[in-house]
């Protein structure tokens, strides 16, 4: 079967650069979101294996929504997504629990190579 992953970014573009790169490759994706607070709620409701969870976003950031996410499930493996230059961004998110990140723009070996990773493939 394969791993359902739910795409959070606030820029469609790069919600369809992630899509492809996935299917592409085999996964699922079970839905999207734009914003932290979307994405929360699509959690709540897709039950996702993974997410790849955009920082900078408008409504609620990435990291608070890693945050909330872990709430309901502490065992959500989220992967965030940043612009170069987002260092501290980054520390941030993976003491909130992240379990790694991507940097855009996206090189598919290495967005596959974190899902693998994280999902234990």
Request: glycine share 6%; charged share 25%; proline share 3%.
């Amino acid at each position: 079967m394969a791993n359902r992953i739910l795409i959070v970014d606030d820029a469609a573009f790069m919600r369809m650069m992630i899509r492809d790169i996935l299917t592409k490759n085999g996964f699922e994706v079970v839905g999207e979101a734009q914003d932290g607070s979307q994405a929360i709620e699509k959690f709540k409701e897709l039950r996702p294996d993974l997410i790849t969870m955009d920082i900078t976003m408008p409504e609620m950031d990435g990291i608070a929504a890693l945050k909330e996410i872990k709430k309901v499930d502490p065992n959500a493996k989220v992967i965030m997504c940043s612009a170069m230059g987002q260092q501290a961004m980054v520390i941030d998110a993976i003491q909130a629990g992240a379990k790694d990140f991507i940097v855009k723009p996206f090189q598919s070996d290495r967005v596959i190579e974190a899902i693998n990773k994280t999902l234990g493939v």
